[in-house]
């Protein structure tokens, strides 16, 4: 399975749009890339997926180049309770491989 | 909506006990999987089922055991807990032909 590199921590205020964007270089062709947003004590909870240009839901967009090498997730105007940890794997089967994620704060 | 539960989210266990965390799905879900996660390492991959009485092996099996003996319950057992092995444990379940998982709130287990 591909290795995804993001970065460790962001931070934002409230209200702003936020870019985290993931590299995943050796990504095949049936990987799917999909984003998954974990709150403190809980598990994760499944965000997106996309396989190629741009997905939208109301949560979020995901933005995947032509190369698909790289993907970016954009969270629009974020609140505080958009302060998690944000994971983003590569899949082409039900096994995931979760990295350590970025660690999103949002100030007020 | 999809809920999966666990049997405890606070344990505390002696070394060389037996251990089992419970976990159980309401969505009929043919996947099941459990997972570990400690600080600076992500979660990591323990077993996981596909089906009823069927496990695999994930990234880190060693000193943990599977059972699935109904499709919504998935079994985790630390046949004898060592201190290495407090962590949080989270279970999550899935469809044959997706890619999503739902989590439940995990297990914090502490091994004195």
């Known amino acids: 399975l591909a290795k995804t590199t993001q970065p460790i921590s962001m931070d934002s205020y409230e209200g702003q749009e936020v870019n985290i964007t993931c590299s995943h270089n050796n990504i095949a062709t049936n990987d799917y890339i999909t984003w998954y947003q974990q709150f403190p004590s809980q598990g994760p909870r499944f965000i997106i997926q996309?396989?190629?240009t741009k997905v939208t839901n109301e949560v979020a967009s995901l933005f995947i180049p032509a190369d698909r090498k790289s993907s970016t997730l954009s969270l629009p105007r974020v609140s505080l309770s958009d302060t998690a940890v944000y994971y983003c794997l590569v899949v082409n089967t039900d096994k995931l491989i979760f990295g350590t994620g970025t660690r999103l704060q949002v100030f007020p | 909506d999809v809920k999966v539960t666990q049997s405890s989210r606070y344990l505390v266990k002696r070394t060389g006990e037996k251990v089992f965390l419970e976990c159980v799905q309401d969505?009929?879900?043919?996947?099941m999987f459990w997972y570990r996660q400690d600080p600076g390492l992500g979660l990591r991959l323990i077993y996981f089922?596909?089906?009823?009485?069927?496990?695999e092996k994930g990234d880190i099996p060693e000193g943990y055991s599977v059972s699935r003996e109904k499709k919504e319950r998935f079994s985790l057992i630390l046949e004898s807990a060592s201190t290495n092995q407090t962590s949080m444990y989270l279970c999550?379940?899935?469809?044959?032909?997706?890619?999503?998982?739902?989590f439940g709130p995990g297990t914090r287990l502490t091994v004195l």
């Open positions: 999550a379940s899935g469809l044959a032909e997706g890619n999503e998982q739902f």
């Open positions: 969505m009929d879900h043919e996947n």
């Open positions: 089922s596909y089906d009823v009485k069927m496990k």
């Open positions: 996309g396989y190629k």
